[in-house]
């Protein structure tokens, strides 16, 4: 690799800024990556980039630093122009030797500086609360590309800095991190992924001591330190201070599957043998777990074998995200071929869970989040009163928790069986938040030893005697949860609650789409709408921006020739939960029409889109199809009229 001199290279970058170019910004971040970095790919990417007069893709990886959002950092770490210096020797399936040179992409100076940034802030967090010892970290990577490479190189960051570390002997999923931390009792963890995001993404998705994503003060913290850091060489403590690597097989994947057998309300379902159903990772980590626990279940289980191997550049799907209906075709034309009932998904990372069932006229139909979340919140709710569970005496201290973003319709079964609703900020980190609460309010003298020790019952049992027992949550980008042992949203966990909900199904003589169609006639039709503008880049970031700003300080007065009758504005005013707790502000924005029609609008926290959440619904009806017409047409007429009023802001 030839060694270009910076001599050359900088004025060249004045050149560009001075024709704009450049941004002012990219200059800056150039100057600060390469003062940086000890790897000579850096100026050599930088250097070929800048003499081929590729500005847009220079500013697109130097606009910004990169920041912990809603799911830790993410950003690219393929280019959408592959220097010759990035490309070097060329690694497995097809990807670059190196990963992206930038300080908005993934790369070794950004994930290093994150992971040091991290051990930093822990060992003043444990020097504060008086704890000795080594410090204790955990990783798991998906499937994408870097993904082990950063994990490992991490663990030995950590050991450098006189950490112990744990390290999966392959992709794991995101939940299952989250859980090895609360059992083994460590003080943070991170996982490498992009969860659904395209394939030239990647990330860095960062965890606490409770099992759950950074919050406030800690992502603060972990923030402050890891940008202070500017430089990538770091000075190992000695040999005898380092900490110890632990590699982690079967046997952890044991103790979390076995857990989440305990999630069963009714194994007597499962007696008699499960449904059959198609399964797929789409070339992630969900068939790690799920398949077999579904098959030890009693589901008669077939995979897509096209999608079965970890493949990093998901080839046989445009994206994999279980939430868009293209990625589960496979597995639905599989579905077909072999009669299944089910069709299950998960993304790369197994955090979210996307599904298709045979409706009443035999055709298979996907359902949303918003749909799923649904049937399993009412069937959870309604079983935990069956058995007993839950009463009249205790049923206030009985909780279900969505986002904002999520359907009303959940709110309507909380109402009709008496147990309360607690609406978080999008991220399923609030969600999390909320359970350390519901552990904490438990007196320590009535725990016998360790909260993360004791039975499922008995946690449930204390929790519904001193504090809060959470039934179920989830949030409409199909992330759910169903148990605190895990504190981040599980897409395995997903899986095993919903096979029971088909189970029970069965057991009544209904398809799963007609037990829904029961739900909207107790509870009234709901339906919600997800659309998203794609605006990637320096350029798409700033119109990502403006169009938000502008819909904070201008909001809609009228929408769809009908008047809006409440906005609120989570970026300028505060609000508190129905627990009384003060909500952290937000980029989101929530309107309300007259007609019982609503919309939010946010930009999305982990990809390069402005999100727009579209609200209708109905009262209960005789006539279920009139319902759900009057009410597909309604959101149908609200989404023109509101594009069209997005792209007049824009222009």
Known sequence: MIHHEMSDLLPLLDKAVENGDLLVSSRENIAALLAGTNTPVAEAAVTELAQAGEWNELNDRFFKTLAFGTGGLRGRTVGRVITKAEHGAGGPLGRPEHPCVGTATMNFYNVGRAIRGMIAYIKQHREANGIEGKPSFAFAEDTRHFSRDFAEFCAKVCNDHGCDAYIFESARATPQLSFLIRELR?????????????????????????????????????LEEFQSITEEAYQPVAQADRGSLTVLGAEADRRYVDKLKTLLLRPDLLENGGAKVVFTNLHGTGGHISVPILRELGFDVLTVKEQDAADGRFPTVASPNPENAPALQMAIDLAEKENAEIVIGTDPDCDRMGVAVRNDAGEMQLLTGNQIGSLMAWYRTKTMFDLGILNDSNRGHAVLIKTYVTTELQTAIAEKFGVNMVDTLTGFKFISDKLQKYENGIPASKINGNYRDISEEESRKLRLEYSRFFIFGGEESYGYLGADFVRDKDGNMAAVMFAEVAAYAKSVGKTIAGLLDDIYSEFGFHLEDGKAMVMEGAEGAAQIKALNDSYSNTPPTEVDGVAVSRVRDFAKEQFEDSEGDTL???????????????????????????????FGKDAPSDDLEASKQKIRDGLASLWVALEADAQARMS
Do not use: C, W
């Open 186 to 222: 460590l003080d943070s963890g991170v996982v490498l992924t992009a969860s659904h995001n395209p394939a030239q993404d990647n990330g860095f998705k960062a965890y606490f001591n409770q099992g759950a994503q950074l919050v406030e003060p800690h992502a603060s913290g972990v």
């Open 584 to 614: 952290p502000n937000a980029g989101m924005l929530i309107v309300e029409l007259e007609d019982g029609r609503s919309f939010a609008v946010r930009p999305s926290g982990t990809e390069p889109k402005i999100k727009f959440y579209l």
